[in-house]
């Protein structure tokens, strides 16, 4: 009887495993297979021309350049405005604050800020920066809406970074006759760094593939130039992959599947560069 | 080295200076919000006034000749994000309960760095897909006269859930103290049976909090909807709406704001959807979030 129970107890952790094993399988394949589809059906259509050429024909032939450059731009003016603020922002949390209800609040605002839709940011960066301060739509504008998006991820991830550093470090620097920010200056941050960067990189690489808080902030559909001024609308990748997808009849498949390539390119190499340097931190890591 | 008075007065001033911008920083997450709010509010809530209650609690969405009705396009949010967390919840979990209990450190390993990048996948290139190859699948199979269904966009939404909930949900069950589970199996039990009545439900506050937060994002999620739902706000008519188009709410703000004139009671009217969509996901989190928070405290408890 024991046996038989246990005999049966062993079976089903057996036939439960084999399902948590195939689950977490086909949760994983489909990724796989998207990366490698777009990639088969992408190749092709990259070419130096497609990567700095202007688009002609109404978009269905020549290259991308201006997209590519707006993401770059975006992605850059993103940066400008979140990372100082975010990194601020996980080291008032991490360093200052008290716990209290104001510290509580600023955490809710924070998990707040994670969530709202990202066309709702769209709204507000339409309703503010391009009516109200009159930016109009504009790489300002629309950076300035990508940043504070994008601010959620840098401080939650560069907090915990901070976090990881041992007190003892902070206790060592201030016994030595350091002050509060000399000491987060020269011995916090660079222990936290590439976790920082990480997170950085992580939440740029969000703002680098959004396509809805653009649409009413910076996106012009189609531009036969490059924008030279922050005042200036721009075209964007995912904008673009979004319009030669639903806007555009008649648009070959090739060109559609080298932009979503490029577009992944651009948004998959962040992401591995934020694991490589994740890893190899966590190989080096002293403490 | 001596620090003279002026050199140190030098320091204490730029040191204060930092640590105010520092603080401000800090506080910038509250304004934030409150800007958000504030902006939705002045530019959505007009549109109470202007148009009658009867009218945004009709079944038409017809903006173009006055018919505002906002129940069509809620419940195209609501059927869609039903059908991904149907999708999105099991996977996500047994992922999570994969990665976290079940797979040797290599699997481990590997499979992380990948769900992340499903995270990162931008949910256009996802929609340019579910357009391309999903949607003229599904329409063969279930021979309908088109494939951007409600169920393309709920299989799509589950894949954009299911990194937040495997995250979330591993990270809880990561922090299930390992003496639990060597009680369960010193005591006899299977690794199985002690993920199922031990780990399982001393991390349930965390795995409730990785669904909540994974659906969360499934409400909110827009490009991907847009491309590949079909567009048709409708009301719900039983099973089969699942296999005809739709029209979610965030799908009609970003198809509709580009064309509206500003001011005009169409363009207060999509901000009203956006206060609407600001306050779901405002309850959403914040029940999320006390949640841990309650979890945090019960942890503490038992501790000391």
């Known amino acids: 009887m024991k046996i038989a129970s246990s005999i049966s107890r062993r079976l089903a952790q057996r036939l439960g495993f084999s399902i948590l094993?195939?689950?977490?399988?086909?949760?994983?394949?489909?990724?796989?297979?998207?990366?490698?589809?777009?990639?088969?059906?992408?190749?092709?259509?990259?070419?130096?021309?497609?990567?700095?050429?202007?688009?002609?024909?109404?978009?269905?032939?020549?290259?991308?350049?201006?997209?590519?450059?707006?993401?770059?731009?975006?992605?850059?003016g993103t940066a400008i405005f979140s990372v100082p603020l975010g990194i601020g922002a996980a080291i008032y949390l991490s360093e200052y604050a008290a716990d209290n209800r104001w510290t509580r609040l600023i955490r809710l605002a924070i998990i707040n800020l994670a969530g709202i839709p990202s066309v709702v940011y769209g709204l507000f960066g339409l309703g503010l920066f391009v009516l109200f301060l009159k930016f109009g739509i504009s790489i300002l504008a629309g950076s300035l809406t990508l940043s504070i998006m994008t601010l959620p991820v840098i401080i939650s991830t560069s907090e915990e970074a901070l976090r990881a550093v041992p007190q003892s470090f902070r206790v060592v620097s201030i016994s030595l006759g350091a002050t509060r920010w000399q000491t987060i200056q020269r011995i916090v941050l660079p222990q936290a760094l590439s976790g920082i960067l990480t997170g950085v990189i992580l939440g740029l690489e969000r703002a680098a593939g959004e396509t809805a808080p653009i649409l009413f902030t910076v996106a012009?559909?189609?531009?036969?130039?490059?924008?030279?001024?922050?005042?200036?609308?721009?075209?964007?990748?995912?904008?673009?992959?979004?319009?030669?997808?639903?806007?555009?009849?008649?648009?070959?498949?090739?060109?559609?599947?080298?932009?979503?390539?490029?577009?992944?390119?651009?948004?998959l190499s962040m992401n591995l560069i934020a694991t490589y340097i994740r890893s190899r931190a966590r190989a080096r890591r002293q403490w | 080295m001596k620090i003279t008075a002026k050199q140190g007065s030098k320091l204490n001033w730029s040191e204060f200076m930092i640590t105010r911008l520092i603080v401000a920083s800090g506080y910038s997450a509250i304004l934030f919000v409150g800007l958000i709010f504030f902006f939705?509010?002045?530019?959505?809530?007009?549109?109470?006034?202007?148009?009658?209650?009867?009218?945004?609690?009709?079944?038409?969405?017809?903006?173009?000749?006055?018919?505002?009705?906002?129940?069509?396009?809620?419940?195209?949010?609501?059927?869609?994000?039903l059908g991904a967390a149907f999708i999105a919840i099991p996977f996500g979990l047994g992922t999570a309960i994969f990665i976290a209990e079940v797979a040797p450190r290599w699997t481990r390993e590997a499979l992380k760095p990948l769900v992340e990048m499903l995270a990162g996948l931008p949910s256009v290139v996802l929609?340019?897909?579910?357009?391309?190859?999903?949607?003229?699948?599904?329409?063969?199979?279930?021979?309908?006269?088109?494939?951007?269904?409600?169920?393309?966009?709920?299989?799509?939404?589950?894949?954009?859930?299911?990194?937040?909930?495997v995250?979330?949900?591993?990270?809880?069950?990561?922090?299930?103290?390992?003496?639990?589970?060597?009680?369960?199996?010193?005591?006899?039990?299977?690794?199985?049976?002690?993920?199922?009545?031990?780990?399982?439900?001393?991390?349930?506050?965390?795995?409730?909090?990785?669904?909540?937060?994974?659906?969360?994002?499934?409400?909110?999620?827009?490009?991907?909807?847009?491309?590949?739902?079909?567009?048709?706000?409708?009301?719900?008519?039983?099973?089969?709406?699942?296999?005809?188009?739709?029209?979610?709410?965030?799908?009609?703000?970003?198809?509709?704001?580009?064309?509206?004139?500003?001011?005009?009671?169409?363009?207060?009217?999509?901000?009203?959807?956006?206060?609407?969509?600001?306050?779901?996901?405002?309850?959403?989190?914040?029940?999320?979030?006390?949640?841990?928070?309650?979890?945090?405290?019960?942890?503490?408890?038992?501790?000391?």
Do not use: C
């Not at chain 1, 059906?41 to 290259?63: N, V």
């Not at chain 2, 002045?42 to 009705?69: C, D, I, K, M």
């Not at chain 2, 063969?140 to 006269?145: G, I, T, Y």
């Open chain 2, 40 to 81: 939705l509010l002045r530019e959505g809530l007009p549109a109470l006034w202007q148009v009658p209650l009867n009218s945004l609690l009709s079944s038409r969405w017809y903006p173009t000749e006055g018919h505002f009705a906002i129940l069509p396009l809620l419940e195209g949010s609501i059927i869609v994000t």
């Open chain 2, 127 to 165: 929609g340019f897909l579910g357009m391309m190859i999903l949607a003229p699948f599904f329409r063969r199979f279930f021979d309908l006269p088109t494939g951007l269904t409600a169920f393309t966009g709920s299989l799509l939404l589950g894949g954009i859930a299911i990194p937040t909930i």
């Open chain 1, 21 to 76: 094993t195939l689950m977490a399988l086909l949760t994983v394949a489909p990724i796989i297979a998207v990366i490698a589809y777009i990639v088969y059906q992408g190749a092709p259509a990259i070419s130096w021309g497609f990567l700095t050429g202007f688009p002609s024909d109404g978009m269905r032939a020549g290259g991308i350049l201006p997209a590519i450059v707006g993401t770059f731009y975006l992605t850059l």
């Open chain 1, 220 to 267: 012009a559909f189609f531009l036969p130039r490059l924008p030279n001024s922050p005042f200036d609308a721009t075209m964007a990748l995912p904008y673009h992959l979004f319009v030669i997808s639903t806007q555009v009849p008649g648009m070959p498949i090739k060109i559609q599947y080298g932009t979503a390539l490029v577009l992944l390119i651009f948004v």
């Open chain 2, 167 to 304: 995250s979330i949900a591993e990270d809880a069950l990561d922090a299930v103290p390992r003496s639990y589970r060597e009680a369960a199996l010193a005591m006899g039990a299977t690794q199985w049976q002690t993920i199922w009545k031990v780990t399982l439900p001393a991390a349930r506050s965390g795995v409730l909090t990785a669904i909540m937060l994974g659906i969360g994002r499934t409400i909110g999620e827009t490009m991907t909807v847009k491309m590949v739902t079909g567009n048709a706000p409708v009301l719900f008519k039983g099973l089969s709406s699942w296999f005809s188009p739709v029209r979610t709410m965030t799908a009609t703000i970003a198809a509709e704001m580009g064309e509206v004139a500003k001011g005009s009671v169409h363009y207060e009217v999509l901000f009203l959807i956006g206060i609407i969509l600001f306050l779901i996901s405002m309850i959403v989190n914040v029940t999320a979030s006390t949640m841990v928070f309650r979890q945090g405290k019960r942890s503490e408890r038992i501790l000391s």
